[in-house]
């Protein structure tokens, strides 16, 4: 019989090329906070559901809690051997109070409805994050355009010489251009933080959960009610790369602008030595690298 936890029919291992194929552990190490804390929500609700009795919850829980301190010290590494981050924990929870327990963890969910929860978990992070620093580089740009009303630029069509402009125009039209990015960010936010867990493979399960209490300790606004939808589209992960990918455009759109205005044709100005560098075979020369969009 194969070990896996997933093995249970298969009388053979998996072959080392299949296995180094799948494996998911290389980058799935963002995803272990993630993974603990929705093992941990719908341990919860296992638990309140009597589903899984206060003796295993307990202990499951505090087995979960000790990789949570052991990730966040940064000594948790996962085992290719198991594939991905969901096998890698069930198997230490296991490993530190026995199947008896630790096996009832899987109680009525599957990695397909895990891996989803994982990512949305991820993702809305990374968007949250990215929203509260770009909603500072706006309020910049608007400070920065209120202290310019008097200053007087030139704007460029075709990069040519247009029509007279002034410093505050020019802020202002960048912090128009991101507060769409913003709302297209929310946008993403509001598709991404929705709960898939209770969905299961792809159809349920005939355990009676309580998926209003696992969206309540996660955080997300409300359940995705249709189990076949929930496990399969990745739609949100779509619609979260397009934005980032239109908000990365604009900032390119920035940067252009300041490398050319820096140049030694236009001169309209010099970006500081602390963020430039120098060329290894031409000395006066002065890169305005950091402008760059990658």
């Given at each position: 019989?194969?070990?896996?936890l ?17 494996l998911t ?11 603990i ?23 499951i829980f ?41 096996g ?19 993702l ?7 929203q ?24 460029y ?8 402009i ?5 802020y ?20 991404t ?13 005939s ?9 309540k ?5 409300r359940?995705?009610?249709?189990s ?17 990918a ?49």
């Open positions: 019989m194969a070990e896996k997933w093995g249970g029919r298969f009388s053979k291992e998996i072959d080392r090329s299949v296995l180094k194929y799948t552990t290389d980058i799935d190490s963002r995803l272990i906070r993630y993974d804390w929705g093992s941990m929500a719908h341990l919860a609700m296992l638990n309140n559901g009597e589903i899984v009795s206060k003796e295993a919850a307990g202990k505090s087995a979960l809690l000790k990789l949570y301190e052991s990730n966040e010290r940064g000594t948790l590494t996962l085992d290719p051997e198991l594939e991905d981050v969901h096998l890698n924990i069930e198997s230490l929870v296991i490993r530190e109070i026995g199947s008896e327990y630790g009832r963890l899987h109680t009525a969910r599957s990695r397909n409805d895990q891996v989803v929860t994982d990512t949305r978990m991820y809305r992070a990374e968007l949250l994050d990215i509260k620093n770009l909603y500072s580089f706006v309020n910049t740009l608007l400070k920065l355009s209120d202290e310019c009303t008097h200053k007087i630029a030139i704007g069509t075709h990069l040519q010489p247009a029509q007279p002034s410093l505050a125009f020019w202002s039209c960048y912090a128009s251009m991101f507060l769409r990015d913003l709302a297209r960010l929310e946008s993403a936010f509001n598709v933080n929705l709960n898939v867990l209770g969905a299961c493979a792809l159809a349920g399960t355990f009676p959960i309580d998926r209003e209490i696992t969206s300790l996660l955080g997300f606004d359940e995705l009610m249709h076949l939808d929930a496990t399969s589209s990745r739609d949100f992960v779509l619609q979260t790369a397009s934005t980032f239109i908000l990365m455009s604009n900032f390119s759109r920035l940067a252009e602008e300041i490398v050319i205005w820096n140049s030694h044709e236009f001169g309209l100005l010099a970006i500081d030595d602390t963020f430039a560098t120098g060329s290894s075979i031409m000395p006066q020369k002065k890169e305005p690298c950091s402008c760059r969009t990658r």
